[in-house]
């Protein structure tokens, strides 16, 4: 169980791709605004019976009352996270797109860790993200 636990980033990022892609082919069908709504709509309808499951737990622990303006903003972002991926797996292909999306995350990633958590990038993680950087930079001029 241990081992599927550890996989959780590697299976989220094959989801991210595949969301794309999936969302692009559905975009190339009915739109990509209508295969977005449809998308939000599912997400939002699994997202009411999971909280609907844990509602109690989470509304005994603040849940509501500690609502900030802010709390918008990762579900904007994942918005365009679902518009964007597939518009642009669309416009430069699978490859670009995530090559040139994780280079970002493991960029803002690093700052994240080190403004907000205080935890100091490691050398070896500072070579990784500028080699997924030059990595992205020669794909983007092939």
Do not use: E
Not at 72 to 86: D, E, I, N, Q, Y
Request: proline content about 3%.
């Amino acid at each position: 169980m241990r081992y599927l636990i550890n996989l959780t980033p590697a299976i989220l990022g094959v989801m991210v791709v595949l969301q794309a892609g999936i969302n692009k082919r559905i975009g190339d069908r009915i739109g990509l605004p209508t295969a977005v709504l449809f998308n939000s709509m599912v997400m939002c309808s699994c997202a009411l019976v999971l909280f609907g499951a844990i509602a109690r737990t989470s509304l005994q622990t603040g849940g509501l009352k500690q609502f900030s303006w802010w709390f918008f903003l990762p579900g904007l972002m994942g918005l365009c996270l679902v518009f964007g991926g597939a518009w642009s797996v669309k416009r430069f292909g699978a490859a670009h797109t995530f090559l040139v999306l994780v280079s970002a995350q493991l960029l803002v990633s690093l700052l994240w860790d080190y403004w907000m958590d205080g935890i100091y990038p490691s050398g070896n993680k500072i070579v990784g993200a500028a080699l997924a950087w030059v990595g992205a930079l020669l794909l983007v001029r092939s």
